[in-house]
Protein backbone atom coordinates (compact mmCIF):
# COMPACT_ATOMS: atom_id res chain seq x y z
CA UNK A 1 0.00 0.00 0.00
CA UNK A 2 1.14 2.92 -0.79
CA UNK A 3 1.57 6.20 1.56
CA UNK A 4 2.69 9.56 1.49
CA UNK A 5 2.34 11.81 4.75
CA UNK A 6 3.51 15.42 4.71
CA UNK A 7 3.54 17.37 7.58
CA UNK A 8 5.60 20.30 8.52
CA UNK A 9 2.46 22.86 7.93
CA UNK A 10 1.09 25.51 9.61
CA UNK A 11 0.61 29.59 10.24
CA UNK A 12 4.02 31.81 9.77
CA UNK A 13 3.90 35.49 9.05
CA UNK A 14 5.10 37.22 5.78
CA UNK A 15 8.57 36.92 5.44
CA UNK A 16 8.87 33.78 7.61
CA UNK A 17 9.96 30.23 6.66
CA UNK A 18 8.37 26.36 7.14
CA UNK A 19 9.69 22.95 5.78
CA UNK A 20 7.32 20.96 4.41
CA UNK A 21 8.40 17.11 5.06
CA UNK A 22 6.88 13.93 3.02
CA UNK A 23 7.98 10.62 4.36
CA UNK A 24 6.88 7.68 1.49
CA UNK A 25 6.46 4.16 1.79
CA UNK A 26 4.98 1.29 -0.31
CA UNK A 27 6.86 2.47 -3.51
CA UNK A 28 10.32 2.12 -5.36
CA UNK A 29 10.89 5.79 -3.96
CA UNK A 30 14.92 6.16 -5.78
CA UNK A 31 12.87 5.66 -8.87
CA UNK A 32 9.83 8.30 -8.83
CA UNK A 33 9.88 11.80 -9.53
CA UNK A 34 8.45 13.28 -6.03
CA UNK A 35 6.77 16.50 -6.60
CA UNK A 36 5.07 19.50 -3.90
CA UNK A 37 1.81 20.73 -5.20
CA UNK A 38 -0.54 23.24 -4.00
CA UNK A 39 -4.31 24.27 -4.12
CA UNK A 40 -4.96 27.48 -2.73
CA UNK A 41 -8.54 28.96 -1.79
CA UNK A 42 -10.61 28.77 -4.60
CA UNK A 43 -7.98 27.94 -6.84
CA UNK A 44 -7.20 24.47 -9.12
CA UNK A 45 -4.43 22.45 -7.85
CA UNK A 46 -0.54 23.64 -9.27
CA UNK A 47 3.23 22.17 -9.33
CA UNK A 48 5.26 24.33 -7.07
CA UNK A 49 8.16 21.99 -7.21
CA UNK A 50 9.44 18.65 -8.34
CA UNK A 51 12.44 16.93 -8.62
CA UNK A 52 13.45 13.48 -10.50
CA UNK A 53 15.15 10.31 -9.81
CA UNK A 54 18.49 12.15 -10.99
CA UNK A 55 18.12 15.05 -8.85
CA UNK A 56 17.20 17.19 -11.45
CA UNK A 57 14.82 20.09 -10.17
CA UNK A 58 12.04 22.40 -11.84
CA UNK A 59 10.09 25.03 -10.05
CA UNK A 60 6.84 27.55 -10.23
CA UNK A 61 7.99 30.98 -11.33
CA UNK A 62 6.29 32.11 -8.62
CA UNK A 63 8.43 30.39 -6.07
CA UNK A 64 11.65 30.42 -8.03
CA UNK A 65 15.10 31.76 -5.66
CA UNK A 66 12.46 31.13 -2.37
CA UNK A 67 11.88 27.54 -2.17
CA UNK A 68 14.07 24.62 -2.50
CA UNK A 69 13.19 20.87 -3.20
CA UNK A 70 15.35 18.32 -2.20
CA UNK A 71 15.25 14.26 -1.47
CA UNK A 72 16.88 12.11 0.64
CA UNK A 73 16.07 8.33 -0.91
CA UNK A 74 17.92 6.86 2.04
CA UNK A 75 15.07 8.23 4.15
CA UNK A 76 12.29 7.27 1.44
CA UNK A 77 11.54 11.43 2.20
CA UNK A 78 11.22 14.45 0.24
CA UNK A 79 11.00 18.06 1.56
CA UNK A 80 10.43 21.43 0.49
CA UNK A 81 12.14 24.63 2.08
CA UNK A 82 10.14 27.38 1.79
CA UNK A 83 11.63 30.98 2.65
CA UNK A 84 10.28 34.25 2.31
CA UNK A 85 7.03 33.88 2.31
CA UNK A 86 3.97 35.83 0.58
CA UNK A 87 0.16 35.22 1.31
CA UNK A 88 -0.30 34.44 -1.70
CA UNK A 89 1.62 31.04 -1.20
CA UNK A 90 -1.11 29.99 1.43
CA UNK A 91 -2.86 26.93 0.35
CA UNK A 92 -2.91 23.28 1.14
CA UNK A 93 0.59 21.60 0.14
CA UNK A 94 0.39 17.82 -1.17
CA UNK A 95 3.27 15.76 -2.19
CA UNK A 96 3.26 13.22 -4.97
CA UNK A 97 4.96 10.49 -6.25
CA UNK A 98 4.97 10.47 -10.02
CA UNK A 99 6.82 7.04 -12.58
CA UNK A 100 5.24 6.55 -15.77
CA UNK A 101 1.21 6.65 -15.83
CA UNK A 102 1.40 6.00 -11.75
CA UNK A 103 0.50 8.80 -9.93
CA UNK A 104 0.43 9.08 -5.91
CA UNK A 105 -0.73 11.46 -3.62
CA UNK A 106 -0.88 12.90 -0.12
CA UNK A 107 -3.40 14.00 2.02
CA UNK A 108 -2.23 17.36 1.67
CA UNK A 109 -0.97 19.96 4.69
CA UNK A 110 -2.44 23.41 5.16
CA UNK A 111 0.16 26.43 4.60
CA UNK A 112 -1.35 29.91 5.56
CA UNK A 113 0.61 33.19 5.72
CA UNK A 114 -0.84 35.76 7.61
CA UNK A 115 -0.22 38.49 9.82
Known amino acids: QVQLVESGGGLVQPGGSLRLSCAAS????????MGWYRRPPGKQRELVAR???????NYADSVKGRFTISRDNAKNMVALQMNSLKPEDSAVYYC?????????WGQGTQVTVSS
Open 96 to 104: SAEIGPRNY
Open 51 to 57: IDSGLST
Open 26 to 33: GISFSIYT
